[in-house]
């Protein structure tokens, strides 16, 4: 059975930092571009970036470039998303998707002071 399933999100003030985790199994996940993509209350899924299988080559939303950085572990089949100088408006449930589309359940990132 294919799973993706995401940790690590949570509550924390504007300035902070997260990193977020998805472990990955019944796939050859180092055959896999990923990407992490979030939904905001109310709001329709935003891509957020992307991974190529071997993790040598990135890109990200210019809405987090410079802040949030991916990488993957294929060796723990495990996709990270470290995000720095959090604001507000990354609020969202934070989702990871394969090049295929599976998607996890996603993990909560709430940014509050």
């Known amino acids: 059975e294919v799973q993706l399933v995401e940790s690590g999100g949570g509550l924390v003030q504007p300035g902070g930092s997260l990193r977020l985790s998805c472990a990955a199994s019944?796939?050859?996940?180092?055959?896999?571009?990923m990407s992490w993509v979030r939904q905001a209350p109310g709001k329709g899924v935003e891509w957020v970036s992307t991974v190529n299988s071997g993790g040598a080559y990135t890109s990200y939303a210019g809405s987090v470039k410079g802040r949030f950085t991916i990488s993957r572990d294929n060796a723990r089949n495990t996709l990270y998303l470290q995000m720095n100088n959090l604001k507000p408006e990354d609020t969202a449930v934070y989702i990871c998707?394969?090049?295929?589309?599976?998607r996890g359940q996603g993990t909560q990132v709430t940014v509050s002071a």
């Open positions: 998707e394969a090049s295929d589309s599976t």
């Open positions: 019944g796939f050859t996940f180092s055959n896999y571009a």
